[in-house]
């Protein structure tokens, strides 16, 4: 069983910065990543890294967001800059462990104008 808590949402001006952060507890994870969730839209894979360092990304966030591991502390960052409008989103982290997926409780980004 692995449990994932996630901080380092908010409030922010467009172009502005913020870093999500998933810390994993229980068991070591695997793959890890965010997906987010906009206002009436389905949610949508933002970045996800594997074991290994691989990372992939969304194309409406390459080059302005970074997924990294922290293998101390059995989780990850993602580090958000240039943020848009249109990033505002409920921002979920997701594990996999043993062939399994896990979902943090979700952080609310908002970019305003």
């Known amino acids: 069983q692995v449990q994932l808590v996630e901080s380092g949402g908010g409030l922010v001006q467009a172009g502005g910065s913020l870093r999500l952060s998933c810390a994993a507890s229980?068991?070591?994870?695997?793959?890890m990543g965010w997906y987010r969730q906009a206002p009436g839209k389905q949610r949508e894979l933002v970045a996800g890294i594997s074991s290994g360092g691989t990372a992939t990304y969304a194309d409406s966030v390459k080059g302005r967001f970074t997924i990294s591991r922290d293998n101390a502390k059995n989780g990850g960052y993602l580090q958000m800059n240039s943020l848009k409008l249109e990033d505002t989103g409920v921002y979920y982290c997701?594990?996999?462990?043993?062939?399994?997926?896990?979902w943090g409780q979700g952080t609310q980004v908002t970019v305003s104008s």
């Open positions: 229980g068991s070591r994870i695997n793959a």
């Open positions: 997701y594990a996999v462990c043993d062939y399994q997926t896990y």
